[in-house]
């Protein structure tokens, strides 16, 4: 009998260690449950300009995907242009319960998907790319929770076609306070149109200061035409903001005043904000470069250096002037040479006489060739201050 109760004893304890063997072998699924969606509400359409592509384009936010036991969850944001994520890319991975998307991001995706905002092409301005986010743990697990896919509609806005609409093709701005128009209609300065309501111009404003006004001007919309002068109060009635170094003249005629500092200015006037703006000189149109550098003896606020070589700016679709100093005081020392270099610094950039001379341009006759080591132009005419226009249009360098 005790023998019996030994062998079930014995038994009872082999059952048991099998029992704790098998428990400690026991692996737990995590099983994603409930559901998981975007948090954030989208709106009906995406606008999308390359002026603001640094701008933020949609944040996708969710609540945590739910594995039924805590761990480390990875969310991976996916995208697909066709909608049904046979195409899908992987955007990016975060543990994070957002994502971001610029606006420079959508109009990849707009362009991947065909979009254009060009008017003569027949590809659409507007589609949808489609998003979604996988939540998933572990380095590859077959576990995940899906988001339902959403589709943003992108809308590129239509180019604008034609020209930019204003009042007057340009306005002409007249006076001492404008040294290379002066009070005269030769060589008046031309504020052209250059966007809807707006004209603009890189000039010459003068403030010698003393009792002779050399700083005054006016603006005019017909040119040749005193009549249609447009005085420093016609403005201001308007409703005109108007940049603090301009002032009434308060001269027979109202004229406006330039109180600044003498030098050259990117002068705006906006018809459409009602603002007229100083600002420093910039490229204006369309041309190979934005602007062209002078160096040079001949060019003396210049000079054989970089600290201030000449900028010729781009003014217009290929054309490019500045109203500069030229110099020629005579003497064996060469003081009347310069050249144009396209890059800033860097002398192997130069473009002398002969180079343009053999690309078919026709040149001032007070331009020539220096005939130095370098085949530099020489300036032969009169010191002074000159408006010097190189048109790769029409292949002709002038000045007046």
Excluded: H
């Amino acid at each position: 009998m005790k023998n019996i109760k030994i062998l079930a004893l014995l038994i009872i304890s082999i059952i048991g260690f099998n029992a704790c063997e098998s428990d400690d072998s026991l692996t737990y699924i995590a099983q994603p449950t409930g559901e998981f969606t975007f948090s954030n509400s989208f709106l009906s359409e995406y606008t999308l300009t390359t002026a603001t592509s640094s701008n933020l384009g949609e944040r996708f936010t969710w609540d945590d995907a739910n594995f039924d036991i805590p761990t480390n969850v990875t969310y991976e944001m996916q995208k697909s242009i066709t909608g049904d994520f046979t195409d899908m890319e992987v955007l990016g991975s975060t543990s994070a319960n957002e994502y971001t998307l610029t606006i420079g991001d959508l109009l990849g995706f707009a362009s991947e998907a065909g979009l254009d905002n060009d008017p003569s092409t027949e590809n659409p301005d507007t589609g949808t790319v489609s998003f979604r986010v996988r939540a998933f743990i572990g380095a590859d697990s077959s576990e995940e929770l899906l988001t339902p896919s959403q589709a943003l509609t992108l809308v590129l806005p239509e180019a604008a076609s034609g020209e930019p609409v204003c009042e007057f093709d340009q306005l002409w701005g007249v006076g001492a306070g404008l040294p290379s128009a002066g009070w005269g209609w030769t060589t008046p300065e031309s504020f052209n149109c250059i966007g809807d309501g707006v004209y603009g111009a890189n000039v010459n404003l003068q403030n010698l200061g003393g009792a002779e006004p050399n700083n005054n001007f006016r603006f005019f919309t017909v040119e040749g035409d005193w009549a249609s002068g447009r005085n420093y109060p016609w403005f201001i009635d308007e409703g005109y903001t108007i940049d603090a170094n301009f002032e009434d003249a308060m001269d027979g005629d109202n004229n406006f005043a330039f109180v600044g500092t003498t030098g050259t200015y990117y002068l705006e006037i906006d018809s459409a904000n009602k603002t007229i703006t100083l600002d420093d000189p910039q490229p204006l149109g369309v041309c190979e470069f934005e602007r062209l550098y002078g160096v040079g003896a001949g060019l003396p606020t210049a000079g054989w250096g970089w600290a201030t070589p000449v900028n010729v700016l781009c003014s217009g679709d290929g054309v490019y002037s500045v109203s500069v100093e030229l110099q020629n005081l005579g003497g064996a020392e060469p003081n009347n040479n310069f050249r144009f270099f396209t890059v800033d610094g860097d002398w192997a950039s130069g473009r002398n006489y002969p180079w343009y001379v053999d690309a078919g341009y026709t040149i001032d006759a007070n331009l020539v060739d220096a005939m130095d080591g370098d085949n530099n132009f020489a300036f032969v005419g009169t010191s002074g201050t000159y408006t010097l226009t190189i048109d790769d249009n029409n292949m002709t360098i002038t000045l007046e």
